[in-house]
């Protein structure tokens, strides 16, 4: 259903084939068709719709819209949708509101679920703890396959996911996994304990959500259980949590990689403030870090005056500098998120980054002496730009390998450390290295 139709509907108040239309359609799409209706039309729809669909498009709901919507339900309505979230979801949107909107919504949950709510948030931020769900199964390894399913069908609408079983032992303590294929596949008088996986893969609570989110890339797992510091089963992360991790990460990257504070709204419900405030400040420290580019150009005025075609090479030399370490440090952070480099392959990457670009600088460099040369048919000129290529690109592919690493190890974001910030490294030294050259070759 498109918007357009979604709008004849509620205008003609068509109700009845408004609500057939909507339970045909995916909470996402309509979530995302809601978002371009008034506040007013979207309580209407959200009427409509049935208790565990409401809550569904609620949860993919931005914050703001939420609390939006939270404002406009009655409590008996706030009631109904809060009792059909996960909890995971409702942490998450509790995290986010203002005082007196969690206020209200906690008002409305039930002790079970405001407890849960509250375990949650005490986890630290992008730990595993903080994005898992407590709503599991849990299954004693003495059931027999009839007795799990007759428990698993009691207790399926309370739990966000019933095809991954974990079996638990009295006292909690993860002991094994089980599928729910596997248990289809198995006669119904079997025991739990004969079909269950006793070496499971699991995180701690503490486990960074990037890690945890890694392992379902690295084993193909649709669900991750969750253990407290005594391996007591205390929760499980889904795919669909890991996935948004995931989103979450890459877009955090992208926007440090581009010298941008990282923000949790989209573009458009970024406020233009609050768009300045997250690009203003690196602005300012990129701006006056080329202060140094500039005291160096200062230092050899001699050098421009005795060659003036100096100049106009620089921007070349610079550019290439600059394209040389961004594809390092992108293959390097690159490399350190999917876990293929560690900070104990330091010196095997410095190794082969060093061969990769003497190999680079070599073929740059005489590709550009024999053009200067043709050009300006000037021996001195085209060997001050061979040699310095050759030196800038190998300058520029070691920052580039360095630099993330070295911010891994002080433990900062590896991503802060790509372009504009390694350009900017990079200009610096490739200025250095030209004007040093040029002023030896040319006895200045």
């Known amino acids: 259903m498109t918007k357009k139709i979604l709008k004849e509907l509620l205008l003609n108040r068509n109700f009845t084939e408004l609500r057939k239309e909507l339970s045909n359609m995916n909470p996402v799409d309509i979530a995302e068709m809601l978002r371009e209706l008034e506040i007013d039309e979207q309580l209407l729809v959200f009427r409509l719709l049935k208790k565990d669909e409401a809550a569904d498009v609620f949860s993919e709901m931005s914050g703001d819209e939420q609390k939006e919507l939270i404002n406009g339900f009655t409590d008996q309505e706030l009631s109904v949708i809060l009792d059909e979230m996960d909890e995971d979801d409702l942490a998450d949107m509790v995290e986010e509101m203002p005082a007196g909107v969690v206020e209200r919504v906690l008002a409305r949950t039930s002790p079970e679920m405001r407890n849960a709510v509250n375990q949650l948030l005490q986890y630290k931020e992008d730990s595993a703890g903080a994005i898992m769900t407590t709503e599991f199964i849990a299954l004693k390894e003495t059931m027999s396959v009839k007795e799990a399913f007759d428990y698993i069908r009691a207790v399926a609408d309370e739990r966000e996911d019933v095809y991954t079983c974990y079996i638990t032992s009295g006292a909690r303590m993860l002991e094994g996994v089980v599928t729910v294929k596997e248990m289809l596949l198995s006669g119904l008088d079997e025991q739990i304990g004969t079909l269950m996986n006793r070496n499971v893969i699991h995180v701690s609570t503490t486990t960074d959500q990037e890690e945890a989110a890694r392992l379902f890339d690295k084993y193909n797992l649709t669900a991750l259980p969750v253990v407290d510091n005594e391996g007591r089963l205390v929760g499980m992360i889904t795919v669909d949590d890991a996935i948004d991790t995931m989103r979450e990460e890459t877009s955090e990257d992208f926007e440090k990689m581009a010298a941008l504070n990282p923000k949790e709204e989209d573009y ?74 560690r900070l104990s392959d330091f010196l095997k ?33 085209a060997s001050i730009i061979a040699i310095t290529l050759v030196l800038t690109v190998i300058v520029s592919k070691l920052c580039g390998a360095i630099m ?41």
């Not at 740059?364 to 000129?381: D, E, P, S, T």
């Not at 433990?411 to 390694?422: E, F, K, T, Y």
């Not at 610096?428 to 070759?441: E, M, R, W």
Request: proline share 4%; with cysteine; hydrophobic share 55%.
């Open 268 to 341: 458009f419900h970024t406020s233009i403030m609050e768009h300045v405030r997250n690009r203003l400040p690196w602005l300012l420290i990129l701006m006056f870090s080329s202060i140094a580019t500039g005291l160096v150009i200062e230092k050899y005025e001699l050098a421009f005056q005795a060659m003036p075609a100096l100049v106009a090479l620089m921007p070349m030399l610079s550019d290439t500098g600059g394209n040389a370490g961004s594809q390092t440090s992108t293959l390097i952070i690159r490399g350190m998120a999917l876990g293929e480099i």
């Open 349 to 381: 990457v410095v190794f082969k980054e060093s061969r990769i670009a003497l190999i680079c600088g070599l073929v740059l460099g005489i590709a550009n002496g024999l053009r200067i040369f043709i050009q300006y048919h000037n021996i001195v000129l």
């Open 404 to 444: 993330p690493m070295l911010a891994k190890k002080l433990g900062m974001d590896p991503a802060i450390m790509a372009s504009p910030l390694l350009t900017t490294v990079v200009d610096v030294c490739s200025v250095f290295i030209y004007f040093n050259i040029a002023t030896i070759l040319m006895g200045l």
